[in-house]
């Protein structure tokens, strides 16, 4: 068992009891923040074109969907986190089965992959349109197969029809991405 203060100001252990990892951060919060931030930067590293190749296009809003994924999650689980849960076991086992509710009243699990889930949280902390959850659907196709492999295994199902282009998708993506930043930067200065 460790003790440390975290950079949100809340002494909490960080060896998780189940798995025997160090966890940084309120129960891995922060590591959720880490991995976002470092597959944004390695998504912008990636070259990117409109014309010819769509590979690196795909990879791109891949890596852009799974920095969008750790940011919604960082955030939802971050407000599930109540400081009378001091050892990280409870939490690890409450975040199996936690669940969010979006705007429209369904229950979600964490456990999602759906970005327009995770993104119509009730209580995510910043409006994302309409136009933006369609966009956001196309970009979880990216994280599924498309940003992965030339075909999916089940390819009616797959693809979508009428998709924006790279730059809408990017530009939404990018938009989100850095509201979402935003979010947790104020999460983190009001509980400092």
Known sequence: MVERQTSFGISTRIISYKTGQYLTGIVGIDSWLNFAIALRAYADCKPTTSSGDTTSSAVYLMLMGYALEDLAKCIIAYKAYTPEITDVTPFEEKMEKLEFIRDDNKKCKLKTHKLEDLYRAKDLGFPVDNSEI???????????????????????????????????????????????????ERLRSSRS
Request: no cysteine.
């Open 134 to 184: 369609d966009h956001l659907k196309i970009i979880g196709v990216y994280t599924l197969w498309k940003g992965r492999y030339p075909v999916p295994l089940e390819l009616a199902k797959m693809l979508p029809s009428g998709e924006p282009s790279f730059e809408e998708l990017s530009r939404t993506a990018i938009s989100i991405y850095d509201r979402a930043m935003k979010e947790v």
